[in-house]
């Protein structure tokens, strides 16, 4: 399997602009999850989905930010209108349930800058 | 709520042996896991832990005490390349996903 597969890997744009991220879980894999990560914040949890269905989107920060999963095999994020202070990496994982407590895998993320 | 402790920055000597701990409180328990995370990477799993004990994987071992909320992650023979963040995240059973810590950055110099 070629892991978790997200695009695209770099992302600069101006402020105000519609950002949208990419997300090809791990064939089988029951559970998908948005991540953030900055250095101040550490890794924060945005959304999760279980069966395509969103679960918990308590993370999204506000209502800029909306996730999609449309199938099995694909999943969005949306920022819209993207401002500076949400630069950072996004990282989109997938898990297996009943797989060791949810282990988790990760794909390369996708580093957002916004000007 | 849920929360974990790390330590925010260690460093240690190439060679050498590293122990980064971490503590938890969370509503409920059914696994500890270690990541690693190379700058500009995406965290790769390192260990699970779900019985009270030692795992040992090669120059990385983890330890975990239920009854202490607790775990470390110990880091044998420091190689340059074991510079990265060291994340604990703990399963918490159900439909909810792993709460991760801020992380660990790890140095290792020469």
């Known amino acids: 399997d070629a892991g978790v597969i997200q695009s695209p890997r770099h992302e600069v744009t101006e402020m105000g602009q519609e950002v949208t991220l990419r997300c090809k879980p791990i064939?089988?894999?029951?559970?998908l999850f948005w991540y953030r990560q900055t250095m101040m914040r550490g890794l924060e949890l945005l959304i999760y989905?279980?069966?395509?269905?969103?679960?918990?989107d308590s993370g999204m920060p506000e209502d800029r930010f909306s996730a999609k999963m449309p199938n099995a095999s694909f999943s969005t994020l949306k920022i819209q209108p993207s401002e500076p202070r949400d630069s950072a990496v996004y990282f989109c994982?997938?898990?297996?349930?009943?797989?060791?407590?949810?282990?988790?895998?990760f794909g390369p993320g996708t580093r957002l800058t916004v000007t | 709520g849920q929360n974990i402790d790390q330590p925010t920055e260690m460093t240690a000597t190439e060679g050498a042996i590293v122990q980064i701990n971490c503590t938890y409180q969370?509503?409920?328990?059914?696994?500890l896991f270690w990541y690693q995370q190379h700058a500009g990477e995406a965290p790769t799993f390192l260990s699970y832990?779900?019985?009270?004990g030692l795992e040992e994987k090669g120059r990385f071992s983890s330890f975990l005490s239920r009854s202490k909320g607790y775990s470390y992650l110990l880091l044998k023979e420091l190689q340059m390349k074991d510079s990265a963040s060291y994340l604990c995240?703990?399963?918490?059973?159900?439909?909810?996903?792993?709460?991760f810590g801020k992380g660990t950055r790890l140095s290792v110099i020469a």
């Open positions: 994982a997938s898990s297996l349930v009943w797989d060791r407590a949810h282990e988790q895998y």
């Open positions: 064939s089988g894999h029951d559970y």
């Open positions: 989905f279980n069966n395509n269905v969103p679960i918990d």
């Open positions: 969370t509503s409920g328990f059914n696994g």
């Open positions: 832990n779900v019985l009270d």
């Open positions: 995240a703990v399963g918490i059973g159900g439909n909810t996903p792993l709460v």
